[in-house]
């Protein structure tokens, strides 16, 4: 089980970036063999997934849509993972969360992932 706690939310306007970060507390004091994604999910819609990282290893994957604008990264020394986020539009306003799940593949669907963090507001306006 991991505990997973998401920051850096706020509003922005159009063309901004922003940065998110998520702070992992593993209940078995490592996050080897996890994988770490961010999703996000806008007023009337599904929970959609944004980008996910293997935690040993570091690859990572980042949902076709949002290359190029969207990366993720980690701190290995603060159990962290982030979410850089440029060139943000209107589109991109959604609750942003943090989810983990055990396995070494990265997957896009939500329900695959055990545990997941609050969420954090991301507004996108003028």
């Known amino acids: 089980q991991v505990q997973l706690l998401e920051s850096g939310g706020g509003s922005v306007q159009p063309g901004g970036s922003l940065r998110l970060s998520c702070v992992a507390s593993p209940s078995g004091w490592t996050l080897s063999g996890y994988i770490l994604a961010w999703f996000r999910q806008a007023p009337g819609k599904e929970r959609e997934f944004v980008t996910g990282?293997?935690?040993?290893?570091?690859?990572?994957t980042v949902t076709d849509s949002l290359k190029g604008r969207f990366t993720i990264s980690r701190d290995s020394a603060e159990n962290t993972i982030y979410l850089q986020m440029n060139t943000l539009n209107p589109e991109d306003t959604a609750v942003y969360y943090c989810?983990?799940?055990?396995?070494?593949?990265?997957?896009?669907?939500?329900?695959?992932?055990?545990?997941w963090g609050p969420g954090t507001q991301v507004t996108v306006s003028s």
């Open positions: 990282i293997r935690w040993t290893g570091g690859s990572t």
């Open positions: 989810a983990a799940k055990r396995g070494a593949v990265i997957l896009s669907t939500s329900s695959l992932y055990s545990d």
